[in-house]
């Protein structure tokens, strides 16, 4: 009878212990808050074209997150990843196309 419980912490390679679900726990939250504010507020920075990409954008960025399952520590990055390309992109439509608050 297997009595391991799938949320039950992995030992790694090294001997170490250590648990996925927090890392990944942490990027959704850290994703989802980079939705909220800044990706859902972009409609008062730039018009409303890039705000719907900006939406697309994000929810890519969901999926991408919701499959790397096994790399908790790489999902990590797309919540920063979407952040700065969000600011990049407002920033150079700032600058290029003339969008201000």
Known sequence: MNTS?????????????SSVRPLLLLAAVLHLGVGVFPISM????????FA???VLAWGLGAVVLARMRHTPKTALLVPVVTAAAWWLAVTLGDVFLGWTA
């Open 42 to 49: 972009t409609g008062l920075l730039a018009p409303s074209w």
């Open 52 to 54: 719907v990409v900006a």
């Open 5 to 17: 419980h799938p949320d039950a912490p992995t030992t790694s390679p090294d001997g170490r212990r």
